[in-house]
C-alpha cells in the first residue's frame, strides 16, 4: 500500500475510500498551512480555480497558453525556490495523482456521485487542441462551475455511470493510462486518461522533474507459457517497462519499471499479461515514485 492508503485509507486503497469524496471535505475550512500552500480557503474553492484557469479556457478553446507558463496546478509558487523535497511534499498534499489499472476505475465511478466528461487541458496546452475530452469530473453540478463554461452544451457531457465505463474501456485499449488526483489530500476529484500530451508525465517522466503521481497499487507480469512474442503490448506502454527477448520469442516486463496502469492486457491475444498486488512482488514491492535506477 502506497503511503496515502496509509494516512488516507486507513490500510485499504485510499481512491475507494467513499470519505475522501465527501461534502464534507469539500467544504471543510482549510488550516493555515493549506490555506498558506493552496491560496484557498476550502477544497471547493481550490477546484473552482483550477477550473477556471485550467479547464474552461480548453472548452473555450482560447489561444493555449505557454506550456511553461501553464500547469494542472493553481496554487502560487512560493517566493523562494524551494528543494526537491520541498516540492515533493508540496505535491503530495495539494495535488498528487496515482495510477488506477481499469478494474479500480470502475470501482471509483461506481462510488462517485456523477461523473462529467471534459476538456483536457493538458492536451489544450500541448497540442493545441481544444476539444480532446479526457478529464472525468467527479460531482461536477454541485461545484458550481458548470454555469461558467461559455457553451457547456458543446464541451460537457454529464454521463450515465455504464457509458463512462464503456468509453474508459476504449481508452484503455487505446493506451491511456489512468490516473486519479487529489485536490488538496485526500479529496479525490478527478480520473484522467493520459499519454505523452500529459503535462504531468512530460514533467515527470520524460524530463524527470519532481514526481506527480504513484504508480499503482499493481505491477504487471508475462505468463511464458502463453506468451508467443507478438509485442503487441510493447506500444502500449508508456513507461518502458516491455522488452522482447529475440533469442526466446517472448517479452518480459520490468518490475522496477513497470507503474502498473495494466493497459498492456487490453491487446494481448492470449492473456499473457496478468496485475499481480504490488506489494506482493518481492522486485516491485516499496517501488512507488520513479525507478531506482532513475
Ligand atoms: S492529467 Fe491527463 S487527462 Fe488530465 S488534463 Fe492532463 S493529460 Fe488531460
Ligand atoms: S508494463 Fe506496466 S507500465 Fe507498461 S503498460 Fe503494462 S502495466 Fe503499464
Ligand atoms: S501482447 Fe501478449 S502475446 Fe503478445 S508479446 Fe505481449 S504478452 Fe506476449
Redesign the pocket.
Known sequence: MCEFCTEHGEGKKWYLQMKNYSDVLLHEQLSSPEKEMAGATTRLEWIQRYYEEFIIPAGIGAHPPEASQAGPSPGHEPAVQPSEEEVLARRKAEEFGQVL?IEDVEQVIQIVDSVTRMPCGCRFVTTGKADKRYCFGFGVDKLGILGKFPDAASCLEVLEKQEAMRILHDFDEE?L?HTIWTAITPYSFIICNCDRDCMSYKGYIEMRGSPRFFR?EY??QTDWDLCTGCKS?MS????G??FYSSALSKVH?DPT?????????AVCPNDA?T?VPRQDHPEAAGIWLRDPAG
Open positions: 489499472p493506451g493510462v499503482a505491477v504487471c503490448c502500449q506502454c508508456q513507461f517497462a516491455v516486463i519499471r513497470c507503474f502498473g496502469c495494466g493497459v498492456c492486457r499479461i496485475l
